[in-house]
């Protein structure tokens, strides 16, 4: 007998556990650990459970509060995913103390693999489109006011700099500037 998860999850939903159960056990067990950690009312457990499961249900009561979290919780998966496949690739490529992977090396796989990432969350292989946020489809106006704001930035970081003082700074760290 096969199982069938996606039966499973849309009765999952039917039946209210994403909007029900799921917020009231995150806001139970934030608010629960918050009370045992910061001890504000003692060291009794049945206090801080009872305290947690009152603030819990009481969330249940705003249907707003529920929505939010309801909207909020994915995308915040998300922004943990990336963050953790970020951290994957970079740990794929800065394996051990070698210092080959110093400077410009370095500093062009970490490009490498912030453009990889941004292409797996924007590419539809399906379709074979770009699905790039609108917030990229900037207006010839737009990336002329950003390259003139660029390259002010540029001309005055290029002028305040202590040439000799500066010898420290995190480009040299890096490895992008040599000395």
Request: hydrophobic share 60%; aromatic share 14%; net charge negative.
């Amino acid at each position: 007998m096969a199982i069938d998860f996606e039966t499973a999850f849309f009765a999952w939903q039917s039946s209210g556990l994403f909007t029900v159960v799921l917020p009231f056990l995150l806001v139970f067990t934030l608010v629960f650990a918050v009370l045992q950690k910061v001890k504000i009312l003692g060291e009794d457990k049945r206090v801080n459970v009872i305290i947690a499961i009152i603030v819990g249900l009481l969330i249940l009561q705003s249907n707003f509060a529920v929505a939010a979290i309801n909207n909020f919780l994915p995308n915040i998966a998300l922004v943990l995913v990336v963050a953790i496949m970020f951290i994957v690739v970079l740990g794929l490529l800065f394996v051990g103390d070698d210092d080959k992977w110093k400077g410009v090396v370095g500093g062009w796989s970490t490009v490498i693999a912030v453009i990889g990432i941004f292409w797996a969350l924007t590419f539809d292989s399906f379709n074979e489109i770009w699905n790039l946020p609108p917030w990229l489809f900037l207006s010839d106006s737009a990336k002329a006011t950003l390259l003139v704001i660029f390259t002010i930035i540029v001309v005055i970081w290029l002028v305040t700099r202590d040439s000799e003082s500066n010898k420290e700074d995190s480009f040299y760290k890096v490895g992008i500037l040599k000395k």
